[in-house]
C-alpha cells in the first residue's frame, strides 16, 4: 500500500497574542508550524503503515525553509519527504496549488492507494485543495474523516458532517481529507530525529514535475486578491447594568441570537 | 528504522545553552585543528521546545568568553548589535538616585556586547550544527544511566504523552536511552540531573548553592538611537539593606529596552514578593522614564547561582562534566557568568578532544577538566569576589567593604569563608514581619504576573502530571501558612500558586522553569520535576 | 522581474518605505534608497495605493476571452438538501444572491440536487429564485462528492451561469471545490461579503485572511462561473413571498454511478461535541462560583443547539473535563457567539476567543477585561442573568 501525505508548513496562530489596541492578532516571532490538522492525516497514514506495511511519502509545496516539517514527518515514521519549492509556484490560488500538487503525486506514484490532507491549513482556512488535487488526479474523494479502516484493497470510513456522520465503503484508491477527531498525532522519538537529520530530501521544481508554466504561480491562478484592508474593530455596541436595564439586556441578546442564526 | 532498544552517541551534552554548546564547539575544533579524521558524534539535548527556548539573562556580556571558541569573523557576526557605550551605577532610594562616581574596572562594561543571550544561543547552536553537532529539542534528560560500577554512562529521556490521571495517553511515547562516552551537564541553575547528581555522589562545593531570581521583561519603546547602549544598574531600593538585589536596564536596540530585577533568594521577609519589587524598580523616577510610552513585548524569569567560589561542586565524576551555571560559575559580584560558562565549555571540549584521541574517557582523564577550568581568567574572577556575595547577607556596608577588599587584595582578604544561610534558611514567621502594604494600579507598563506570564510564551499540555510536586500538603495548612502565609503564593514570579479554601492550587501550566519555590519554600516541601519535553517558556529574544 | 504584477518607477521613488511596511506579503524591500520588488507579488495593490508618490502602478493585463466570457449569465445558488429538507444556508444565499442579482441584471437561480427533491422548487422561488434546476437521479440520493461533482458540472457546461454561490458546509466545502477545479474555475471559500462592482460587472468576494488579521477582496477576473462560498449564519435569511412565481426546470441528464456504500449513520446527539466547531458557546468561568451552575450554562446551550466552554480555573477546580477548556493552552474557538459568564477575560483566556464573531460578556464587574473585547457587556450577577436569559429563550422557541 502506498500513502502519499500532503502536508503545509503555517504559522502558529495558536501561540500569537493579542494587540490589545486594536484586539488583532500579533505575528511577530510566531513560529513556523506543521499545519495542525495534516499532523492528523499523517498519524493516520503512519498508523495504516504500522498496522498493514504501508509506505508512507510525504509531500509539502513551500519555501525552502519548509523542508523542517518533512524532517519531523520522517522522524514521526515516514518514509520519504518531497519538498515542492520554485518561485512559479508562488502566488497561487487554490487551483494553481492542486494543480502543482496533483503533478507531484502522479510523479510520487501514478496510482497510490490514499492520498491524504488535513482539514484545511490554519492560514489559508480555505479546505479546497485536497478536493482540487482529487479531481486533477481524478481519484474519488471522501472529506472529514475520523475512522478509517482499509482491507483488501477496500475502505471503511466515516465522514463527519453538520448533524452527525456516516459510516461508507468503498474502493481504493481515494483522497481523503482528516478531521482531527482521528487518532491523536504521535511524538516524534529522539532515534526518529536523529535518523531524519541525515535523511535525503528530494526537491522538485515546476520543471522537474513537468508543471505547464501557464498554470503556475499567480498566473495559473483564477483568483485574484484586489484588496487588503483592516478588519473592522471590534467594537463594543452596549454595555449595561442588569439591575437597571435587564429588559434591554435582554433584548439585545435575543436579537443577536435571531441575527446570527441561532435562533428563530 | 534501527531496531536497537538504545541509542549510541560519542558526547551526549544536556542543555543547549551556552556552556553546552561551547563544549561541543571547542571540541570539535579542537580536533578539526589537529587535523584528526574521525570526529566524534556529539548530540546535544535541549528540553525547551527550540533552542533558545529556556535561555534567559541580562545580559551584558563578557567578550572575552569568545576568545579560543569564536574565530574574530564570527564574533563579529553574533547577533548582538548593541555594544556597551556608556554605564551608570546607581544606589536607590524610594524617590532619589545616588549616582555612583567611581567604580573599580572590573566593573565596567565599556564595549560589552549587550542584548539577548537567547539570540546568541541560537547563533552558537548553528555553529555547533555546521561544525557537525546534533542539536535536538523538545526532548527533556530525566534520568541519569550508570553502570554497575556507578559510572554514568548515559542519560534516558522523559516520557511522552501521559496523562493527568499518570496513565498513558493513546500517543504516549516511551523514554530513549542515550549512551554516550561522557554525559556533559549544562542544565543551568538548579538543573534536574546536575541537583540529583550532585546529592547522590556527594559533589558538593565547601557549601551548597544559592541563588538570586531574576525576573526581565523587553520593552519596545518609540526609536531613541542615540541611547543604545546605555546601561545601567542599581542597587539599594527596593530591596531592603538586608537582600542583596538590584535592578538593571539596558537600551539595546533604537526601540527596545531590556529591564529587569534580581533579587537574592536568602531574603527573611514571608511577604516578600519579587514580581512587587520588580514594579517598583520600574516605577522608581530614574527608570520609568527609559520605558514610557513603550509596550511590553516579552518576560521571563530564572535563578542565578551566586555562591560563587565556595559553592562550586566537584565538576566532573566518572563519566560526566558539569558546565556552565550548573557548576555555579558566576561572579557573584558583577553577576555575570555567560563568559564563565563559556570558557568552561572551552575547558571540557579540550578536554573532551584529548580524551577522544587517547580513546580515554576515565575519570582520571577527565579530571583535566577540573583542571583546565582552574586555569581559566574566569576561575580567576571567582576567587577574587569569592567572599563578597556572603558579606552582603550580612549588610550593604558590610558587602560593599568586602567587595573594597576583594578588589584592593585580589581577593586574598578576607581569606577565611565568610559564612551565608541556605536561601530556604532563616525565612522570619509572619508575627516577626510588619506587614507591606505598598500598593500599585495595574498598568499596561506595570502589568500583574498573570499578564505578564502570558508574554513569556510558555506553555504546556495542559492534560499531563503537574510536574511541581508538593511533598506533603498536609504540611501547607498546618505549618506553612500559620507560619509563614505560605510564601510560595508570592516568590514565584509566574503565579503557579494559588490560594483555594483549603488547598494551594497549582497552576503548573504558567511554570517559566525558573526553579524558585524548590529553592526558597521554607519548609523545602516543593520538589521542581520534568514537565513533557518541549513545554515550558518560549523565549525567541530574552 | 519581468512579468511582475506591479512597475515600480525607481526616479519617483523617494524611498520612504511606505510600501515596504505595507505589504502584506513581505515583498517589497530598499536596496540602497529604492523600493524593488524581491518577493511573491500577489497583485494586491496595497502598495499602489500607499506610495505618497505614485511610484507604483499596475501592470495591464491582456484580457483575454472577454467575448467567451460574456456568454456566461445568471446566478445560481447551490440548494443544500438532506434528507429532503432545504437546508438554510440555502435561504441565506437566496437573500443575498437577490440583491447581488438586481445589481448585474441578470436571473437568481437555484440549483437543487437529489433523489425525489422535486417538490422543494416551489421553497426556493418563493424566497426568491426566478428559475430552479432540479436534477432528480437515485445517484444523488445520499450526497458523494463525485457524484454532486458531475451534476453540477453538467449544468455548467450546459447553461453557463456566471457566478456559483454556495454554502460552505461540510457537502459544500468538498464538492464545490472539486467541481471548481473541474471547471478550472476560481472559488473563494468562506466569504462574508459579497457585491457586484460596478465598473467590471465582476462579484467582489471579500473574506479574513491571515487568521484573521486582514480582510482580503478576490477577484476571478478571466474564469467563469466566479464561484463562492459562504459560512451559513453569515447572511440573513428574508422572509418568503407566497405569490411569487418562477420557473422550474427538471434536467434529464445522466449522472455518474455512485461508488460508496452507506453502512449507516450516526446522529450528533450520540456523540461528544468539540467546542472548536461549535457555532455557539456558553462559557462559564470562576463567577460562576460552583461546578453545580455549570447546569444552567448546559440548560442554556442546549437551547441554542450550541457547547459548553470554561476557563482554565474551572477546569483545575474539577468542574468540567479539559475538553471545555477555552484559551490560550486549551482551544482556540472561532463560534458565530461566545457568551461568557462570569468569565473575568484574562489575556489567556482572550487568547482563545479573539476569533469570535460576537461576544456577548455578563460579569459582576464593570472592570473585568472582557468587556474590553465583547460586543455586547452585561454588568451583573450570572446567577440572575442565567434563569432570566433561559426563561427568555424558552419562551421564543416554544412562540416559534
Not at chain 1, 481515494?174 to 516524534?188: G, I
Not at chain 2, 582520571?364 to 567572599?387: C, F, H, I, M, S
Not at chain 3, 440536487?113 to 417538490?119: A, D
Not at chain 3, 476560481?186 to 462592482?197: E, F, P, R
Request: charged share 25%; with cysteine.
Amino acid at each position: 500500500m502506498h500513502i502519499i501525505v500532503c502536508i503545509k508548513q503555517v504559522p502558529d496562530t495558536a501561540n500569537v497574542k493579542i494587540n490589545p489596541e486594536t484586539n488583532t492578532l500579533m505575528r511577530d516571532g510566531v513560529e513556523s508550524i506543521i499545519n495542525p490538522f495534516d499532523e492528523y492525516a499523517l498519524e493516520e497514514a503512519l498508523r495504516l503503515k504500522d498496522k498493514h506495511g504501508a509506505k508512507v511519502s510525504v509531500i509539502t509545496m513551500g519555501p525552502p525553509q519548509a523542508s523542517v516539517i518533512l524532517r519531523e514527518a520522517l522522524a514521526r515514521g515516514a518514509d520519504e519527504g518531497i519538498l515542492l519549492t520554485d518561485r512559479a509556484f508562488a502566488g497561487a490560488d487554490t487551483l494553481a496549488t492542486s494543480y502543482t500538487i496533483a503533478l507531484a503525486v502522479k510523479k510520487i506514484n501514478p496510482h497510490p492507494d490514499l492520498v491524504f490532507f488535513g482539514k484545511q491549513a490554519i492560514d489559508g482556512d480555505t479546505g479546497q485543495v485536497g478536493p482540487g488535487v482529487a479531481e486533477c488526479l481524478g481519484i474519488a474523494l471522501l472529506g472529514n474523516i475520523k475512522t478509517l479502516e482499509v482491507e483488501n484493497g477496500r475502505f471503511r470510513a466515516e465522514s463527519a458532517h453538520e448533524n452527525g456522520s456516516d459510516i461508507l465503503e468503498g474502493d481504493l484508491p481515494c483522497v481523503m481529507t482528516v478531521l482531527k477527531e482521528a487518532s491523536s498525532p504521535r511524538f516524534a522519538r529522539l532515534r526518529g530525529w536523529m535518523d531524519a537529520k541525515h535523511a535525503p530530501l528530494q526537491k522538485w521544481s515546476a520543471q522537474d514535475v513537468e508543471a505547464d508554466p501557464e498554470k503556475l504561480g499567480l498566473k495559473g491562478s483564477a483568483t485574484k486578491v484586489v484588496r487588503i484592508f483592516s478588519p473592522p474593530i471590534r467594537g463594543c455596541e452596549l454595555k449595561c447594568v442588569w439591575s437597571t436595564d435587564k429588559e434591554v439586556a435582554l433584548k439585545s441578546v435575543m436579537g443577536t441570537l435571531v441575527k446570527k442564526g441561532i435562533l428563530e | 528504522m534501527s531496531e536497537k532498544k538504545h541509542i549510541e552517541t560519542d558526547i551526549l551534552c544536556v542543555g543547549a545553552g551556552v556552556a553546552s554548546l561551547s563544549t561541543a564547539l571547542s571540541l570539535l575544533r579542537t580536533l578539526k585543528k589537529q587535523n584528526v579524521e574521525k570526529l566524534p558524534r556529539v548530540t546535544i539535548i535541549e528540553k525547551g521546545r527550540n533552542v533558545g527556548s529556556h535561555v534567559l539573562s541580562g545580559a551584558v556580556i563578557d567578550p572575552s568568553g569568545f576568545d579560543g571558541i569564536l574565530t574574530p569573523e564570527e564574533i563579529q557576526k553574533i547577533p548582538i548589535e548593541a555594544k556597551v557605550k556608556k554605564e551608570a551605577f546607581h544606589m536607590l532610594s524610594e524617590s532619589a538616585s545616588l549616582p555612583i562616581p567611581w567604580m573599580p574596572r572590573m566593573m565596567h562594561a565599556e564595549g560589552f556586547p549587550v542584548g539577548s543571550l537567547t539570540k546568541l544561543v541560537i547563533y552558537l547552536a548553528d555553529l555547533c550544527e555546521k561544525e557537525g553537532a546534533e542539536v535536538y529539542t523538545g526532548f527533556a534528560a530525566a534520568e541519569l544511566l550508570e553502570d554497575s560500577k556507578g559510572r554514568v554512562i548515559g542519560v534516558k529521556t522523559g516520557p511522552k504523552g501521559v496523562g493527568r490521571d499518570s496513565k498513558k495517553k493513546s500517543n504516549y511515547l516511551e523514554g530513549e536511552e542515550v549512551y554516550a562516552k561522557t554525559v556533559v551537564l549544562g542544565e543551568g541553575a538548579s538543573g534536574f540531573l546536575t541537583k540529583r547528581l550532585l546529592a547522590q555522589k556527594d559533589m558538593f562545593g565547601m557549601r551548597r548553592q544559592s541563588y538570586a531570581l531574576g525576573i526581565k521583561e523587553i520593552v519596545e519603546v518609540s526609536p531613541n538611537p542615540e541611547r543604545v547602549g546605555e546601561i545601567m544598574h542599581t542597587f539599594g531600593y527596593p530591596s531592603d539593606s538586608q537582600t542583596y538585589g538590584g535592578g538593571f536596564v539596558y537600551q539595546t536596540a533604537p526601540n527596545q529596552v531590556m529591564v529587569g530585577y534580581v533579587y537574592a533568594l536568602d531574603y527573611t521577609s514571608p511577604t516578600a514578593n519579587p514580581h512587587k519589587l520588580f514594579r517598583r524598580f520600574k516605577a522608581h523616577p530614574i527608570i520609568e522614564p527609559y520605558l514610557r510610552g513603550g509596550k511590553i513585548v516579552a518576560y521571563g524569569a530564572k535563578v542565578i547561582p551566586e555562591g560563587g567560589f565556595f559553592a562550586v561542586p566537584e565538576v566532573y565524576n566518572d563519566g560526566v562534566l558539569i558546565v556552565g551555571d550548573g557548576a555555579g560559575l558566576v561572579d557573584s559580584l558583577r553577576i555575570k557568568g555567560v563568559h564563565i560558562a563559556m570558557m568552561s565549555g572551552r575547558a571540557a571540549g579540550e578536554t573532551l578532544a584529548n580524551c577522544w584521541i587517547k580513546n580515554d574517557f576515565s575519570k582520571g582523564a577527565l579530571q583535566q577538566y577540573d583542571v583546565k577550568l582552574k586555569e581559566t581568567p574566569g576561575w580567576q574572577q571567582l576567587k577574587r569576589v569569592k567572599n563578597v556575595r556572603a558579606s552582603f547577607s550580612k549588610g550593604i556596608m558590610t558587602g560593599v567593604m568586602s567587595a573594597g577588599f576583594a578588589w584592593a587584595t585580589y581577593g586574598a582578604f578576607p581569606f577565611w569563608q565568610v559564612d551565608i544561610k541556605r536561601d530556604f534558611q532563616g525565612m522570619k514567621t509572619l508575627q516577626e514581619t510588619a506587614s507591606d502594604d505598598w500598593q500599585m494600579p495595574i498598568t499596561p507598563l506595570s502589568p500583574d504576573r498573570l499578564t505578564d506570564v502570558f508574554m513569556s510564551g510558555t506553555k504546556h499540555e495542559e492534560n499531563q502530571p503537574c510536574h511541581l510536586k508538593i511533598l506533603d500538603t498536609k504540611r501547607c495548612i498546618e505549618e506553612c501558612i500559620p507560619k509563614y502565609g505560605a510564601p510560595c503564593l508570592l516568590f514565584c514570579p509566574a503565579r503557579v500558586y494559588a490560594l483555594e479554601d483549603d488547598h494551594i492550587h497549582v497552576d503548573f501550566s504558567n511554570c517559566l522553569h525558573c526553579k524558585t519555590c524548590q529553592i526558597k519554600d521554607p519548609l523545602q516541601n516543593i520538589e521542581w520535576t520534568l514537565p513533557q519535553g518541549g513545554d515550558g517558556p518560549r523565549y525567541t529574544r530574552m | 522581474m519581468d512579468n511582475a504584477p506591479i512597475i515600480i518607477d525607481s526616479e519617483k521613488c523617494k524611498g520612504c518605505k511606505k510600501c515596504v511596511k505595507g505589504c502584506p506579503f513581505s515583498a517589497l524591500e530598499m536596496v540602497g534608497k529604492k523600493a524593488v520588488l524581491v518577493g511573491d507579488c500577489r497583485a494586491c495593490g496595497a502598495c499602489i495605493e500607499i506610495c505618497p508618490f505614485g511610484a507604483i502602478t499596475a501592470r495591464k493585463e491582456v484580457n483575454k476571452n472577454q467575448a467567451q466570457l460574456a456568454n456566461y449569465k445568471d446566478i445560481w445558488i447551490f440548494a443544500e438538501q438532506r434528507d429532503g429538507k432545504v437546508q438554510n444556508v440555502a435561504f441565506e444565499l437566496l437573500a443575498t444572491g437577490k440583491e447581488l442579482a438586481e445589481d448585474r441584471g441578470c436571473n437568481l437561480c437555484a440549483v437543487l440536487l437529489g433523489y425525489k427533491v422535486s417538490n422543494l422548487a416551489q421553497e426556493l422561488i418563493k424566497h426568491g429564485a426566478d428559475k430552479v434546476y432540479v436534477l432528480d437521479d437515485p445517484n444523488l440520493g445520499e450526497y458523494e462528492a463525485d457524484t454532486y461533482t458531475d451534476a453540477l458540472n453538467k449544468l455548467i457546461l450546459k447553461y453557463k451561469p456566471e457566478i456559483i454561490l454556495a454554502g460552505a458546509t461540510a457537502i459544500g466545502r468538498s464538492f464545490i471545490a472539486r467541481t471548481a477545479t473541474r471547471v478550472h474555475t476560481g472559488l473563494t471559500a468562506d466569504c462574508t461579503a459579497l457585491s457586484i462592482d460596478k465598473e467590471s460587472h465582476l462579484l467582489h468576494q471579500t473574506r479574513p485572511a491571515f487568521g484573521g488579521n486582514i480582510m482580503a477582496t478576490i477577484m476571478t477576473p478571466h474564469h467563469r462561473p466566479q464561484m463562492a462560498t459562504v459560512r451559513p449564519g453569515v447572511f440573513q435569511q428574508g422572509e418568503p413571498d407566497p405569490d411569487r412565481k418562477g420557473e422550474t426546470l427538471i434536467e434529464q441528464l445522466e449522472v455518474a454511478a455512485r461508488k460508496l456504500k452507506l453502512i449507516r449513520s450516526i446522529r450528533k446527539e450520540d456523540e461528544e461535541d468539540d467546542i472548536a466547531e461549535a457555532e455557539v458557546i456558553v462559557s462559564g468561568g470562576r463567577g460562576m462560583m460552583k461546578g453545580e451552575n455549570f447546569a444552567l450554562l448546559e440548560e442554556l446551550a442546549k437551547l441554542l443547539g450550541g457547547s459548553v466552554g470554561a476557563s482554565r480555573p474551572c477546569v483545575d477546580a474539577g468542574w468540567v473535563p479539559v475538553s471545555r477548556q477555552v484559551g490560550q493552552t486549551g482551544k482556540t474557538v472561532a463560534p458565530k457567539i461566545y457568551l461568557a459568564f462570569g468569565i473575568s477575560g484574562a489575556i489567556q483566556h482572550l487568547a482563545g476567543i479573539s476569533a469570535a464573531d460576537y461576544i456577548i460578556a455578563v460579569n459582576r464587574d464593570e472592570r473585568a477585561p472582557i468587556f474590553g473585547i465583547a460586543n455586547l457587556g452585561i454588568v451583573g450577577d450570572v446567577m440572575d442573568v442565567l434563569p432570566a436569559l433561559i426563561d427568555v429563550v424558552k419562551k421564543t422557541k416554544a412562540g416559534n
